[in-house]
C-alpha cells in the first residue's frame, strides 16, 4: 500500500436505484421502476491524489458519488471505507465534501462573507475567530479568488461562481471531497485553471479529490493522478493515469498518435446506440473489456504516482476533527447572514430593503390617497367598511408577495446545508421567523399608522391619539400578515417555483376572505356550514376585531350629507344607520341584533387572541412539516 495518510476504498460495490423518472402517482407511492446502476464497482484512491471518472451520460458517475457520500436512494452492497472504517452518512458529513452539479447560493453576499458564514456553520468555536478568519482567507487565495472577495456573489463570473461553490466545502478542510462536473459550462482554459486548482489543493493538503467529467480535454491529463471509467455502471478501467495508455496498448487498444487519450478511451467504453447492430456489437466489446479488466487490472488498480512529502504537508490535522458548531452558534450564523442580506449597498439587499420594509407602507400610502377626504356622513360606513377589507386584504397578498420573493433564497440554501448535516429544519425555521418576524411587525405597524392616523378611523374617546387602538389595529393586521407567510412557507416546502407556491396562497386567502371577513357577505345571513366553517379562518377574527373597534358604540347620528341631518334615522332620506352599532348588526351575530341564536361574534380580546393563536399554530405546523422527511423527489428539485 502506498505510504500515503488518506485512502478511500471502494469493495465489490453493487447499488440498484430508479432507471426511469417515473410518473407522479410511481413516485408518490414508491413505484418507480428500478435497476443495477453500479455493479461490482472496485477501486482506491489515495491522499494527495486527484481521480476522474468518466462516462457518458447513464454510466453511474453521478450515482457512484451519491453512493460515496451515502446519499442514494435504494440499496447499496459491497464496502466503502475510509482509512478502513466504514463510510457511514455521519462519517462523511463530519469529514468529507459534495460539490453538487447545480448550488445556489445567497445573491445578497459578497464571496468572503459567503465564506465567512460557511466557516461560523461548518467549523467548531473550539477553533478561534482568527484561524477561522485565516482560513477563509487561505481558501480565497487557494481558489484565486482573493481579487473578487468583496464582489457580490451575483456579479461573479461563471469559474468565479463555481470555486466560490467549490470554497464552501473546501472551508471545513474534508479529508474527501466529490465534485459533480466541477467544469461544468466553463471555457476551455476556465475548465484547465479549475482543475489544475483542485489537483493543487490534493498536493498541497494530502487530501482526495474525486470529480466526473462527461467530455475530458486533453490538456487536464497531466492534473489526472487516477481515473475510472464507467459504462452502464460497470468498470472498464480505474487505476492510475500514467499507466492507462499501457493497458489498453497491451489488451490491444492503443491510443492513435495525437489523439487525446482521455475521449479516445471514453468513446471506447461508450455504447454506441446509432443502430441495434452497433449497440450489440459495441455491448459486448465493453463486456469483454470489463471481465478483461477483472482479470488482468490488479497491479494498475493499486498503481499510482509518487507518495506525498507528508512533512510539508499544511494541515494534518483536518479542522474538521475538532467538531461542529452547537445550535446557538449556528442559530446566531444563520441570523447574522440573514441580516447581512439586507445590506443597501447591493442590489439584492435593496430589494429586500424594499419589499420587507417599505412596500406594505406604500400600499397603505395609496390606500390613504384613495380614502383621504372621507367626511363623516351615512355613506361612510360603507367606506370604513371596505377600507377595513382593503387593509386586511392587502396586508394578506402583499405578505404572501414578500414571502415568496424572500424566503426562497432560504429555503433553497437550507435544503443544501441541511443535507450537509449543519442543521435541521425546525431550527431553519425558528431561525428564519425571528428575523422575519420583527421587521414584518415593524413594517405593518409603520403602515397601520398612515391609515390610523391619516384617516377617520377610530372616533377618539379622549383627545389626542388613541395609541392603544392603534397598537390593536396593527396587531391584528401583523397576526394576518404573520398567518400568510406562514401559510406560504408550508406550501413551498414543496413547491419549488415561488410564483406557483404564491398563487396558491393568494388563492387560499381569497377563498378565505370571501368566506369569513364578512365584508363581502354577512356573517348573519350565512348558511349554517359556511358560518360554522369560518371559525376556523383567522380572517373571520381579525375582521371582528377591526369591524368592532372601528363601528361598535361609535359614530352617532350621522348626516346623510352637509344639508340633510338623520335625526329620527328616516330612511326615506339614506338615513339607514343610527351609529356604528348598527352598520355592524347587519354583519355579525350579538345580542343587540336579536338573530344571534346563542352566537356571539363580537368578543373583542377573545377575537384577539384567536388571530395570534392562528398564526401560533400555523408556525408549529412549519416546524413539524420541516422536521418530518420528506420524499427524496420532492428535495431534489431544491437542489438539482
Given at each position: 500500500?502506498?505510504?500515503?495518510?488518506?485512502?478511500?476504498?471502494?469493495?465489490?460495490?453493487?447499488?440498484?436505484?430508479?432507471?426511469?423518472?417515473?410518473?407522479?402517482?410511481?413516485?408518490?407511492?414508491?413505484?418507480?421502476?428500478?435497476?443495477?446502476?453500479?455493479?461490482?464497482?472496485?477501486?482506491?484512491?489515495?491522499?494527495?491524489?486527484?481521480?476522474?471518472?468518466?462516462?457518458?451520460?447513464?454510466?453511474g458517475k453521478r450515482a457512484l458519488l451519491e453512493v460515496i457520500s451515502r446519499r442514494a436512494q435504494g440499496p447499496t452492497r459491497g464496502q466503502i471505507l475510509l482509512n478502513h472504517v466504514p463510510m457511514s452518512l455521519r462519517l462523511f458529513q463530519d469529514s468529507?465534501?459534495?460539490?453538487?452539479?447545480?448550488?445556489?447560493?445567497?445573491?445578497?453576499?459578497?464571496?468572503?462573507?459567503?465564506?465567512?458564514?460557511?466557516?461560523?456553520?461548518?467549523?467548531?468555536?473550539?477553533?478561534?475567530?482568527?484561524?477561522?478568519?485565516?482560513?477563509?482567507?487561505?481558501?480565497?487565495?487557494?481558489?484565486?479568488?482573493?481579487?473578487?472577495?468583496?464582489r457580490m456573489v451575483d456579479q461573479l463570473t461563471p469559474s468565479e461562481y463555481r470555486r466560490l461553490v467549490i470554497g464552501v466545502q473546501l472551508i471545513k478542510d474534508p479529508l474527501v471531497v466529490l465534485l459533480d462536473e466541477p467544469a461544468w459550462g466553463l471555457d476551455p482554459l476556465n475548465t484547465y485553471f479549475v482543475i489544475s486548482i483542485l489537483n493543487n489543493h490534493a498536493k498541497k493538503y494530502n487530501r482526495i479529490m474525486i470529480i466526473t467529467m462527461e467530455k475530458p480535454r486533453s490538456d487536464i491529463l497531466p492534473f489526472l493522478d487516477r481515473v475510472s471509467y464507467l459504462c452502464l455502471g460497470d468498470v472498464v478501467y480505474t487505476g492510475s493515469t500514467r499507466h492507462m495508455i499501457d493497458y489498453f496498448r497491451s489488451i490491444g487498444f492503443p491510443c492513435p498518435?495525437?489523439?487525446?487519450?482521455?475521449?479516445?478511451?471514453?468513446?471506447?467504453?461508450?455504447?454506441?446506440?446509432?443502430?441495434?447492430?452497433?449497440?450489440?456489437?459495441?455491448?459486448?466489446?465493453?463486456?469483454?473489456?470489463?471481465?478483461?479488466?477483472?482479470?488482468?487490472?490488479?497491479?494498475?488498480?493499486?498503481?499510482?504516482?509518487?507518495?506525498?512529502?507528508?512533512?510539508?504537508l499544511e494541515h494534518k490535522v483536518p479542522l474538521s476533527a475538532y467538531g461542529r458548531p452547537g445550535v446557538f452558534s449556528t442559530m446566531m450564523a444563520l441570523l447574522g447572514r440573514a441580516y447581512v442580506m439586507l445590506s443597501p449597498c447591493s442590489r439584492v439587499g435593496l430589494q429586500q430593503l424594499f419589499f420587507r420594509l417599505f412596500l406594505l407602507p406604500t400600499f397603505f400610502f395609496l390606500l390613504w390617497n384613495f380614502y383621504y377626504g372621507m367626511e363623516d356622513f351615512q355613506q361612510s360606513f360603507q367606506s370604513r367598511g371596505g377600507l377595513l377589507f382593503n387593509c386586511m386584504a392587502g396586508t394578506a397578498f402583499l405578505s404572501t408577495a414578500v414571502t415568496a420573493k424572500t424566503f426562497a433564497p432560504h429555503r433553497t440554501r437550507y435544503y443544501h446545508e441541511a443535507r450537509e448535516g449543519l442543521y435541521r429544519g425546525?431550527?431553519?425555521?425558528?431561525?428564519?421567523?425571528?428575523?422575519?418576524?420583527?421587521?414584518?411587525?415593524?413594517?405593518?405597524?409603520?403602515?397601520?399608522?398612515?391609515?390610523?392616523?391619516?384617516?377617520?378611523?377610530?372616533?377618539?374617546?379622549?383627545?389626542?391619539?388613541?395609541?392603544?387602538?392603534?397598537?390593536?389595529?396593527?396587531?391584528?393586521?401583523?397576526?394576518?400578515?404573520?398567518?400568510?407567510?406562514?401559510?406560504?412557507?408550508?406550501?413551498?416546502?414543496?413547491?419549488?417555483?415561488?410564483?406557483?407556491?404564491?398563487?396558491?396562497?393568494?388563492?387560499?386567502?381569497?377563498?378565505?376572505?370571501?368566506?369569513?371577513?364578512?365584508?363581502?357577505?354577512?356573517?348573519?345571513?350565512?348558511?349554517?356550514?359556511?358560518?360554522?366553517?369560518?371559525?376556523?379562518?383567522?380572517?373571520?377574527?381579525?375582521?371582528?376585531?377591526?369591524?368592532?373597534?372601528?363601528?361598535?358604540?361609535?359614530?352617532?347620528?350621522?348626516?346623510?350629507?352637509?344639508?340633510?341631518?338623520?335625526?329620527?334615522?328616516n330612511a326615506e332620506y339614506g338615513c339607514r344607520y343610527r351609529n356604528g352599532t348598527y352598520y355592524l348588526l347587519e354583519r355579525y351575530h350579538f345580542p343587540e341584533n336579536g338573530l344571534d341564536h346563542g352566537r356571539q361574534d363580537l368578543e373583542l380580546w377573545s377575537n384577539f387572541g384567536f388571530s395570534f393563536a392562528f398564526f401560533g399554530g400555523m408556525f408549529v405546523l412549519n416546524l413539524v412539516l420541516y422536521l418530518v422527511p420528506l420524499p427524496s423527489f420532492i428535495k431534489s428539485k431544491f437542489r438539482d
Open positions: 500500500m502506498m505510504n500515503s495518510e488518506f485512502v478511500l476504498e471502494l469493495i465489490s460495490v453493487f447499488h440498484t436505484g430508479p432507471v426511469e423518472p417515473g410518473s407522479c402517482v410511481q413516485k408518490l407511492v414508491g413505484n418507480i421502476p428500478t435497476g443495477v446502476i453500479l455493479k461490482d464497482v472496485t477501486l482506491e484512491v489515495y491522499g494527495g491524489e486527484l481521480m476522474a471518472i468518466l462516462g457518458s451520460k447513464g454510466s468529507c465534501g459534495y460539490v453538487t452539479h447545480k448550488t445556489q447560493l445567497l445573491e445578497g453576499l459578497t464571496a468572503k462573507q459567503t465564506l465567512d458564514y460557511a466557516a461560523k456553520l461548518s467549523l467548531s468555536p473550539k477553533i478561534g475567530s482568527s484561524i477561522r478568519s485565516a482560513r477563509v482567507r487561505q481558501v480565497l487565495a487557494d481558489l484565486a479568488l482573493t481579487q473578487v472577495a468583496n498518435e495525437l489523439e487525446n487519450p482521455l475521449m479516445y478511451y471514453l468513446c471506447l467504453s461508450t455504447v454506441d446506440r446509432r443502430s441495434r447492430e452497433r449497440f450489440i456489437d459495441s455491448n459486448n466489446q465493453i463486456a469483454a473489456l470489463v471481465e478483461k479488466f477483472k482479470l488482468e487490472g490488479g497491479p494498475y488498480r493499486k498503481s499510482s504516482g509518487p507518495p506525498p512529502d507528508l512533512e510539508h425546525p431550527l431553519f425555521i425558528l431561525t428564519y421567523n425571528l428575523f422575519s418576524l420583527p421587521l414584518s411587525y415593524l413594517t405593518v405597524m409603520a403602515a397601520s399608522a398612515v391609515v390610523f392616523f391619516g384617516l377617520p378611523m377610530v372616533a377618539p374617546e379622549v383627545d389626542g391619539p388613541d395609541w392603544m387602538a392603534w397598537v390593536i389595529f396593527g396587531s391584528i393586521l401583523w397576526a394576518v400578515w404573520a398567518f400568510v407567510e406562514q401559510q406560504t412557507i408550508a406550501l413551498m416546502i414543496v413547491v419549488k417555483s415561488s410564483y406557483s407556491a404564491g398563487a396558491a396562497s393568494v388563492a387560499f386567502t381569497t377563498l378565505n376572505l370571501l368566506v369569513a371577513s364578512a365584508s363581502l357577505r354577512s356573517l348573519v345571513r350565512l348558511p349554517d356550514w359556511l358560518y360554522y366553517l369560518g371559525h376556523v379562518i383567522v380572517f373571520r377574527y381579525a375582521s371582528a376585531v377591526l369591524h368592532e373597534q372601528a363601528f361598535l358604540d361609535r359614530l352617532p347620528n350621522l348626516p346623510m350629507n352637509s344639508s340633510v341631518l338623520c335625526p329620527d334615522n
